[in-house]
């Protein structure tokens, strides 16, 4: 098996077009024995990066921990990555096994949707 950890750019200051762009490189073109997982803000950036690929590619699984497609209040330096959100649906068929864990709040922050919202369509009232 081989892991590949891309190296993405300025993580103190993140920017998507370059983060993007290196997790494309990364991916290739994936196949039936590729598997994905990202982790907050590297979910919606694989998401992106998926988005790009032409072809008829497969994706063996997607693991996303903790990710996002919609702005994050807190954090407002990471909306530019949420400004445009990755067609999930139309790529969803091409992905074997998909697994999406949530972040679990602990400050008493308002449910947002996350990627598993997003994918059953769901969608709640700070999304709007």
């Known amino acids: 098996m081989k892991v590949e950890i891309p190296a993405l750019p300025n993580s103190t200051a993140p920017e ?25 803000l590297g979910c919606v950036t694989a998401l992106h990066a998926l988005d790009r690929l032409d072809g008829d ?13 919609s702005p994050t209040p807190a954090l407002p330096e990471l909306d530019p990555f949420t400004r ?3 067609n999930v649906a139309l790529r969803l068929p091409r992905i074997l096994s998909t697994q999406f864990k949530r972040h679990v709040s602990t400050r008493g922050e308002p449910r947002r949707a996350d990627l598993a919202d997003v994918c059953s369509g769901r969608r709640f009232a700070s999304d709007r």
């Open 16 to 40: 998507p077009e370059p983060w993007i762009t290196a997790a494309a490189e990364a991916l290739g073109e994936p196949d039936g024995r590729t598997a994905v997982v990202g982790h907050s």
């Open 84 to 86: 445009a959100v990755p």
């Open 57 to 69: 590619w497969k994706l063996d699984t997607l693991i996303a921990v903790s990710g996002f497609v």
